[in-house]
Nanobody, 131 residues
Framework: QVQLVESGGGLVQAGGSLRLSCAGS????????MGWFRQAPGKEREFVAG????????YTADSVKGRFTISRANNRNTVYLQMNSLKPEDTAVYLC????????????????????????WGKGTLVTVSS
């Protein structure tokens, strides 16, 4: 059974930084996608950033490009999201997700909300950015 547990959320002022972590346990393949999504109150879940494997290509939403960076640990079960220059509109619950099959991030994003076809989800960590 795969479990994903996020940590690192909190309250930060605009312009500040946070680093989110997602620790996975169970059978997570090093080749299948892991990524971050977020959901603000009253809004649909949206893709934030994804990575295919440790050191592999990364994909970042236009809304966070240049500010957020995703990375994946060599043990393949941990993924991070470094968030810099945070804005109030980044306030949301950030969720980690992993897939059990190899898919491109184009396919993941194209599948759309709510689950984007991802098989495993964490419960999320709240990020609040004050102005």
């Amino acid at each position: 059974q795969v479990q994903l547990v996020e940590s690192g959320g909190g309250l930060v002022q605009a312009g500040g930084s946070l680093r989110l972590s997602c620790a996975g346990s169970g059978r997570i393949s090093s080749s299948t996608p892991m990524g971050w999504f977020r959901q603000a109150p009253g809004k649909e879940r949206e893709f934030v950033a994804g990575i295919s494997w440790s050191g592999g290509p990364t994909y970042t939403a236009d809304s966070v490009k240049g500010r957020f960076t995703i990375s994946r640990a060599n043990n393949r079960n941990t993924v991070y999201l470094q968030m810099n220059s945070l804005k109030p509109e980044d306030t949301a619950v950030y969720l980690c997700a992993a897939d059990s099959v190899i898919r491109s991030w184009g396919e993941v994003i194209g599948t759309g909300p709510p689950k984007y076809g991802m098989d495993y989800w964490g419960k999320g960590t709240l990020v609040t950015v004050s102005s």
